[in-house]
C-alpha cells in the first residue's frame, strides 16, 4: 500500500481516532488568519508560549512582592522616626526616659506608632509606653533592626543611638494593618498586568508565526489529507504568498510529490487493471479466454443472436484424451507445450468468430454461431478432428492428439448460458465412457443417467450414515480335503423403498464404480475391512478353526487413502491375528505406479497379512512385476474357469497361471467353479483352492455359521466312512 493510502486508512481505522467531522473540518480548514485558532498545533504553541510567559512573569512577581513588601514596612520605619526624633528630649541622664508621657501620648494618637520601649545604653529597660513590645536590643552582631508579628498586623522596629541622636536604644511598635491589603492590591493589579501583557505577546506571536509557519504548515497538512483521501484526485492548494524560505520550498516539493504520487496511482490502476482484467478472463497459459469470460459471451450472445434474431449456437466441448498420462510420465513442461499446441489448432481450424477457450485443465469450450448457409455443427467438429491428425511436435518429441468431443445446441439444448455448457460437457463425458476420439452430441438421456448417479451418490451416503450397507461371505476350499480355508467379504447395498418386499438389493456393479469415482470408497473401503475382522474375530471366539479373511482394495483406496495405516489400526483395535486377514488387489493398481506399489505392498506384508493378486491374467500380466511385488497368492479369473471347459485358449491361460503361480512359489486359487466338471479340471492342473457357486452362494454371517457347521460336519463323516472302507 502507498504511503497515502496508509495514512488514509490510519485517519479511517477508528470512530474514536480522527473522526470524519474532524476530518473534514481539517480539509475545510480555509486560508485565512481568522480561522488559524481552529488549529491544533496553534493551540499547543499558543498555550506553551502563554504559559512560558506567564510562568516567567509570575517568578518575577513573586520576588517584586517581597520588595513592594520591604518598600511598605521600611515608609513604616521612617513614619516612626521621623514622629520619635522631634519628641526626645534632650537629657543625658541614662536613668530618665527622654520622652514623657504627653509625647508619648501625642505620638500614639497623631501617628501609627502603638507602643514604645526604651533602653539605656547597656540594654536595660528605661520606659515603656503603650502597646508592649517584643524586639529586644541586644549586644550581639546579627541583633534583628525589625520584627514582624505572627499576624502580620504589628511591625516593631528598633532604633540605635546613632539613628536618633539621642544615647538610647529605642524600640517602636508600629500598626502594620494595612500593610497585607497594599501587597494584595499590588499582585492583583500586576496579575493583570501579567495576563494582558502575556496574551498580547502571544498573540502578536501568534499572528507572526501564522503568516511565516503555522499557515503554511495548515496548508500542507490540508494537501496531505487530501491526498490521502482520494490519492488519484487530490484538490492540491498552493500558498498565496510565494515564499521563498525552507518552508515555502517544502511545500512547494510536497505539492509536486502529491501530484506525481496521483499520476502513478493512475497509471498503476490502470495497468493493474488491465491485469486483473487478463486474470479474470483469459487463461495465463495459452491466452485464451477462460470459463468465465466465455460463459459472459455466450451468455451476450444467446441474447443477441438466439433470442433477439432467432439464431442458432453449437456449444463444443473438446477434451484431450489421456493427457494425464502424458503429464504424468513426459512432464508438465511437455504437457503445458501440448495445451499451447491444440489450442492453436482449435483456433485456426474454425472460422474467425469462434470462440475458443480454455475451460479446465485439458479442455477447451467452443462458441460457433451457426448461420444460414453453414447451419450443421458436424462440418466444425470434423475441422477439429482434422486438425490433430498431424502429430504435435515438441522438444523432439512427437504426440499422437486424440480428442473426443461433445455437442449441445442453443436453443435446441436451452437457453442458459451455463446449462448449454453444462450439456456440452455432458455429451464429451459420454465420449469418453463410449471409446474417446470421439463426437456425441448431446441428449436428454445422458443428463438423465447422470441424475441418476448423481441420486445414486446421495443415497449411498445416506446408507452410509443409516447403515444400510453389510457384508455377506463366500467360503474358499482347500481343493485336495474339501476344508474351508477362507472366506471373501463381499459389500451389499439393501436399499429399502416401499415395496412389499420393504426394500431391494443394489448390485455391487451399480454402485461400485460411483462409489470409487467420488472417492466414497476409501470410507466404505474401511468400513468393510473393519466389519470383515470383527466378524473373523468373532468367529474364533465362539470356538471356530481360525481361517483367514479376503477383503478387496479398489485402486482409489490404495492410493488415495493411507491404506497402511488404515490396515494396521484395525488390526489392532479388532485384535485380529494378521495372518488371518488377506488384502485382494487387481493387476492394474500394481501398474499405476510400479514403486509406489512396491513400497505400499511391501509395507503391508511387514505387517504380517496376506496378498492376493485379484482377477489375475485380465491386466497387464508381467513375470517382472510378479517377482517384486510380495504376493502369497494369484487368483484366476472367473471368466477364465467358467469357459476353460469349451474354449482351449482359456484352458490354456488357466494352466499357465498354475504352472506360473507354482513355480514362483505361490498358491493359486480359482474363483468362477460352478460344476463338478470344474472342479475335476481344476484338480487334475494341480490348483490349490477354488471358490464358486458349486459350493455356495455369498451368505449372510449368520447363515456362514450354519454352513460351515454343517460343512465341517460333512467333511469329518466322510472322513471316517473313507477309514472304515
Known amino acids: 500500500m502507498d504511503s497515502f493510502g496508509q495514512n488514509k486508512a490510519a485517519l479511517t481505522q477508528s470512530e474514536d481516532g480522527l473522526e470524519p467531522v474532524a476530518e473534514k473540518r481539517w480539509l475545510n480548514l480555509a486560508y485565512s488568519p481568522s480561522r488559524i485558532w481552529q488549529s491544533r498545533i496553534s493551540w499547543r504553541i499558543t498555550t506553551t508560549v502563554f504559559v512560558t510567559i506567564l510562568l516567567i512573569q509570575t517568578v518575577v512577581l513573586i520576588f517584586t512582592v517581597r520588595v513592594y513588601e520591604g518598600e511598605h514596612l521600611e515608609r513604616l520605619r521612617e513614619i516612626a522616626h521621623t514622629a520619635l526624633a522631634p519628641a526626645l528630649n534632650n537629657t543625658k541622664e541614662q536613668t530618665i526616659s527622654p520622652l514623657t508621657r504627653e509625647a508619648a501620648a501625642r505620638l500614639f494618637t497623631d501617628t501609627m506608632v502603638e507602643g514604645i520601649a526604651i533602653y539605656g545604653l547597656d540594654y536595660s529597660v528605661i520606659q515603656t509606653y503603650g502597646a508592649p513590645t517584643l524586639l529586644q536590643p541586644k549586644m550581639s552582631a546579627d541583633m534583628p533592626a525589625s520584627y514582624r508579628s505572627v499576624d502580620n498586623k504589628h511591625y516593631e522596629v528598633l532604633f540605635a543611638p546613632g539613628e536618633i ?40 506571536l501568534m499572528l507572526i508565526l501564522s ?36 518552508i515555502g520550498i517544502a511545500i512547494r516539493i510536497a505539492n509536486d510529490l502529491i501530484r506525481q504520487n496521483a499520476n502513478n496511482l493512475k497509471r498503476l490502476r490502470t495497468q493493474a487493471e488491465d491485469r486483473i482484467h487478463r486474470l479474470a478472463y483469459f487463461d495465463g497459459l495459452t491466452g485464451l479466454p477462460n470459463r468465465t469470460f466465455f460463459l459472459e ?24 484424451d489421456h493427457f494425464k498420462d502424458i503429464n504424468d510420465t513426459m512432464g508438465h513442461e511437455i504437457g503445458d507445450k501440448l495445451l499451447e499446441a491444440v489450442g492453436k489448432r482449435i483456433v485456426k ?7 475458443v477457450a480454455r475451460a479446465s485443465a485439458d479442455e477447451f469450450s467452443i462458441m460457433v454461431h451457426l448461420k444460414p448457409e453453414q447451419p450443421d455443427s458436424a462440418v466444425l467438429v470434423e475441422r477439429i478432428f482434422t486438425a490433430m491428425v498431424e502429430p504435435v511436435s515438441i522438444l523432439q518429441e512427437r504426440f499422437q492428439v486424440r480428442v473426443s468431443v461433445g455437442v449441445a445446441h442453443c436453443p435446441d439444448d436451452g437457453l442458459e448460458a451455463r446449462q448449454i455448457l453444462k450439456n456440452a460437457d455432458i455429451a464429451v463425458n459420454r465420449a469418453k465412457e463410449e ?13 438423465r443417467a447422470i441424475q441418476q448417479r448423481f441420486q445414486l451418490l446421495r443415497d449411498l451416503r445416506i446408507a452410509m450414515d443409516q447403515k444400510q450397507l453389510r457384508l455377506h461371505y463366500h467360503p474358499q476350499f482347500d481343493l485336495k480335503t474339501g476344508q474351508v480355508i477362507g472366506v471373501e467379504a463381499l459389500l451389499r447395498w439393501w436399499r429399502p423403498d416401499n415395496s412389499k418386499e420393504g426394500g431391494k438389493f443394489i448390485p455391487p456393479v451399480e454402485f461400485i464404480p460411483v462409489a470409487e469415482q467420488s472417492g466414497l470408497i476409501v470410507p466404505i473401503g474401511e468400513y468393510v475391512m473393519r466389519e470383515a475382522c470383527e466378524a473373523n474375530k468373532r468367529w474364533q471366539q465362539r470356538g471356530l478353526p481360525p481361517f483367514r479373511m479376503a477383503v478387496n482394495i479398489s485402486g482409489v483406496q490404495f492410493h488415495r487413502g493411507d491404506i497402511v495405516s488404515i490396515v494396521d489400526t484395525v488390526l489392532k483395535e479388532t485384535q485380529l491375528d494378521p495372518r488371518w ?20 505392498l511391501g509395507k503391508l506384508h511387514q505387517l504380517g497379512v496376506e496378498l492376493a493378486v485379484d482377477d489375475f491374467g485380465t491386466g497387464y500380466s508381467s513375470l517382472s512385476y510378479l517377482r517384486q511385488f510380495p504376493i502369497d497368492r494369484l487368483k484366476i479369473d472367473q471368466s477364465f474357469i467358467r469357459s476353460a471347459l ?23 486359487i480359482a474363483e468362477g467353479v460352478e460344476t463338478s466338471d470344474h472342479e475335476n479340471f481344476l484338480k487334475e492342473e494341480g490348483c490349490d483352492e477354488v471358490q464358486g457357486f458349486k459350493y455356495t452362494k455369498p451368505i449372510p454371517e449368520e447363515e456362514l455359521l450354519e454352513f460351515l457347521v454343517a460343512h465341517n460336519r460333512a467333511i469329518a463323516k466322510n472322513s471316517k466312512l473313507s477309514v472304515i472302507e
Open 581 to 600: 486377514l488377506e488384502l485382494e488387489v487387481t493387476e492394474s493398481v500394481f501398474m499405476e505406479n510400479m514403486q509406489i506399489a512396491i513400497d505400499i
Open 165 to 204: 541622636g539621642h544615647p538610647y536604644n529605642i524600640v517602636a511598635r508600629m500598626n502594620a494593618a494595612d500593610v497585607e491589603p497594599h501587597v494584595i492590591g499590588h499582585i492583583h493589579q500586576t496579575l493583570w498586568i501579567l495576563f494582558f501583557m502575556s496574551g498580547l505577546v502571544t498573540s502578536i
Open 435 to 447: 471409446g474417446r476420439d470421439t463426437v456425441r452430441y448431446y441428449s436428454q438421456d445422458f443428463d
Open 646 to 668: 469349451t474354449n482351449i485358449d482359456d484352458r490354456m491361460i488357466v494352466r499357465i497361471i498354475i504352472t506360473l503361480g507354482h513355480n514362483l512359489g505361490l498358491k493359486v
Open 349 to 355: 481450424s474454425l472460422p474467425e468468430d469462434a470462440v
Open 211 to 246: 503568516l511565516w509557519l503555522l499557515e503554511p504548515m495548515i496548508l500542507l497538512r490540508n494537501n496531505l489529507l487530501s491526498a490521502a483521501k482520494n490519492p488519484e484526485a487530490p484538490d492540491i492548494k498552493n500558498l498565496k504568498k510565494d515564499m521563498q524560505d525552507e
Open 297 to 320: 459471451k455466450l451468455n451476450e450472445s444467446i441474447k443477441q443472436k438466439v433470442v433477439e434474431q432467432d439464431g442458432k449456437i453449437a456449444v463444443i466441448s473438446v477434451d484431450i
